[in-house]
């Protein structure tokens, strides 16, 4: 599935701009992050040129490399940008920040069919997942939890993990990851 993030050519170029700058911020060449990310060096490419519409699931692969949240590389703060992979659709609602990490709060949507599996993020990155309708299987792709209305799940999100409804009912929910802060020190 080729969605993009928000919508339209101008938020795929927006991202792909920032995916470039994040890189080259980091000194790290095309080809390195493409392999380490596990795309295609041309889909990387294209991404970056703005002429490739990344799915949720090639976003987060490539965030996660990069050592950053999602958010990142979306729209501006003045959008609300909805990404889309197989079977997830979000819309970020807020990011919000504290001393020890930064966090995404988004409105999700899952529809019945096919899970979704979505790479692992980067280390210490967590998911929390409140469902308000539907029944919803979440979590590490080899140990899932499920959940109703009104339930709540929480995993280690440094795995890959999936997403899918059971049942015919489309899933709502929200669903807040939080990235720790990374410290560096300079030498």
């Known amino acids: 599935m080729?969605?993009?993030?928000?919508?339209?050519d101008?938020?795929?170029?927006a991202a792909g701009r920032r995916i470039r700058a994040l890189r080259e911020e980091r000194g790290t060449s095309l080809s390195?992050?493409?392999r380490l990310a596990g795309v295609g060096k041309a889909t990387l490419s294209g991404l970056e040129n703005g002429t490739r519409n990344p799915t949720l699931e090639t976003l987060y692969a490539i965030t996660a490399q990069l050592g950053v949240p999602l958010t990142a590389v979306?729209?501006?703060?003045?959008?609300?940008?909805?990404?889309?992979g197989a079977a997830v659709?979000?819309?970020?609602?807020?990011?919000?920040?504290?001393?020890?990490?930064?966090?995404?709060?988004?409105?999700m949507r899952v529809s019945p069919g096919p899970a979704q599996l979505s790479p692992a993020h980067q280390a210490g990155?967590?998911?929390?997942v409140t469902v308000f309708s539907g029944v919803l299987r979440a979590g590490p792709a080899d140990a899932p939890l499920t959940a109703g209305p009104g339930?709540?799940?929480?995993?280690?999100?440094?795995v890959p993990h999936?997403?899918?409804?059971?049942?015919d009912e489309v899933v709502r929910a929200s669903l807040l990851l939080r990235y720790p802060r990374v410290t560096t020190v300079d030498s």
Do not use: I
Request: glycine share 6%; proline share 6%; aromatic share 10%.
């Open 2 to 8: 080729a969605a993009a993030p928000p919508t339209g």
């Open 10 to 13: 101008r938020s795929a170029e």
């Open 32 to 34: 390195t992050l493409a």
């Open 74 to 84: 979306l729209s501006g703060p003045a959008e609300t940008p909805t990404v889309r």
């Open 89 to 107: 659709g979000a819309t970020l609602l807020e990011v919000f920040s504290d001393t020890d990490a930064t966090y995404e709060l988004y409105r």
């Open 125 to 128: 990155v967590t998911e929390h």
């Open 151 to 158: 339930e709540y799940l929480r995993w280690a999100s440094d």
């Open 162 to 167: 999936s997403y899918a409804a059971v049942g």
